[in-house]
Structures are given as structure tokens and as C-alpha cells.
């Protein structure tokens, strides 16, 4: 059975840092995308960053570039996210995510192409 597991969350303040990690077991997923998502009170679920399966290239969304990285270790099939200069807006529940197929080229950025998913750990920054 295929676990997400997310952690690092909690309560910040504007301009601290923090690092979320996601260890995945029960299978290995050195040959999938994985991205994290984030989801504020009251919006969408949307993409926050993704990194591929092979040659470690990236999409940041824009309210996140240039303060989050996101990174890989397929060791330890766990994929992490620095998030550098927070502030209250980067309050949500973030989630990491895997996508549904192996080998995939395109860093897709969309909920329905993601087929394995953690259950969530809050980042709060007050200002």
C-alpha cells in the first residue's frame, strides 16, 4: 500500500524559513514526477512547485519563485520543499504529490494528473 507521508509544517512568522519533507513507501518513485500543492482556506487545491523523475528539472509557481526549492532525494523516495522568506499568504494546507504515470516529461500542473497524495501538513505564518 502506497503511503504519502508529509512533515515540517507549523507556525512561523513572516520571514522565517521552513522545510517540508514527504517520504513515500510501498513503492518506489525514482521514475515519477512529484510535486507539492497547496490549498488556503476557502480556495482551490493548486501547484506550488514540481520536479521531475530525471534530470532534476523544475516549475516553481510565480508566487514562489526565487523563495521556495523543491528537491528529491530517490534514495529515500522522499522529496522535500525549502520555503525561504515566508509570508501570512503562504498559509495553507501543503501537499506533496506523485503523479499518476512513470516517465512522464511534461511537469503537469494539474490535480487530476497526480495519483498518489499525502494527507496534508499546515504551514501557518503570521505577519
Known amino acids: 500500500q502506497v503511503q504519502l507521508v508529509e512533515s515540517g509544517g507549523g507556525l512561523v512568522q513572516a520571514g522565517d524559513s521552513l522545510r517540508l519533507s514527504c517520504a513515500a513507501s510501498?513503492?518506489?518513485?525514482?521514475?515519477?514526477?512529484m510535486a507539492w500543492f497547496r490549498q488556503a482556506p476557502g480556495k482551490e487545491r493548486d501547484v506550488v512547485a514540481v520536479i521531475s523523475w530525471s534530470n532534476g528539472r523544475t516549475y516553481y509557481a510565480d508566487s514562489v519563485k526565487g523563495r521556495f526549492t523543491i528537491s528529491r532525494d530517490n534514495a529515500k523516495n522522499t522529496v522535500y520543499l525549502q520555503m525561504n522568506l515566508l509570508n501570512p499568504e503562504d498559509t495553507a494546507v501543503y501537499y506533496c504529490?506523485?503523479?499518476?504515470?512513470?516517465?512522464?516529461?511534461?511537469?503537469?500542473?494539474?490535480?487530476?494528473?497526480?495519483?498518489?497524495w499525502g494527507q496534508g501538513t499546515q504551514v501557518t505564518v503570521s505577519s
Open positions: 504529490a506523485v503523479d499518476a504515470g512513470s516517465h512522464r516529461v511534461a511537469l503537469s500542473t494539474t490535480l487530476t494528473s497526480y495519483g498518489y
Open positions: 510501498g513503492r518506489a518513485f525514482s521514475n515519477y514526477n
